[in-house]
Structure formats: C-alpha cells, structure tokens
C-alpha cells in the first residue's frame, strides 16, 4: 500500500501504526504513538532549526520522522550518544540543518 503523504504535518499516528506494523491499535498504543510522533517531529524541527512550513518541503523529512518514531517505540529511548544515533536520521537532518555551529 502506497503512502500519499510526504509531509511531516501530514504524517498520522495511523500512517506510524502502519508503518510500525501494528495492525490493531487500543487506547494504550494510541496514547504512546500520539507522543512519539509529537517527539519524533519536533526533534527533527529542533535538530534542523527549521519550521514545520519549511520541513514540509523536504519529503525526505518524512522518512526521518517514520525511522526515529520507530526507534522511539523500539526502544522506547532515543540515544543521544552520538555513536549510537541513527545514521539515517542523522544523514537526513545534517543535510538540511540550518543551526549547526
């Protein structure tokens, strides 16, 4: 099934539940996709410095909100030491930062 979305706002918690190949969703897994989606997209606005407007323009942006959400929800921790963070999420949002020093 294809995805007809490419922009961070319009990712869903049903688009993370497919993606993540949960197939049935209670109350409890909304509850905890709901925020790890929140996070996911406003770590990759913080990390790139860029607005939610501007992050939409880059489709990219989106596969960077799918992969980090899942290793939010696989580990339910995202690692913030540098040897460990995911290399696709970190490829993605160095290419795009406007905030680095």
């Given amino acids: ?4 979305y490419t922009k961070v706002s319009e990712i869903t918690v049903s688009d993370l ?21 929140e996070a996911a997209k406003n770590f990759v606005l913080s990390y790139t410095g860029r607005t939610l407007e501007q992050a939409d323009t880059f489709p990219e942006f989106t596969l960077a909100v799918l992969v980090l959400s899942e290793d939010l929800y696989d580990k339910r921790t995202y690692s913030v030491d540098k040897t ?9 949002l160095g290419l795009h930062s406007i905030n680095l020093l």
């Fill in 84 to 92: 460990e963070a995911n290399k696709v999420v970190d490829s993605i």
């Fill in 1 to 4: 099934m294809a995805n007809d």
């Fill in 17 to 37: 539940a497919n993606y993540l190949r949960i197939s049935e969703l209670n109350n409890s897994d909304t509850t905890l996709l709901t925020s790890i989606l």
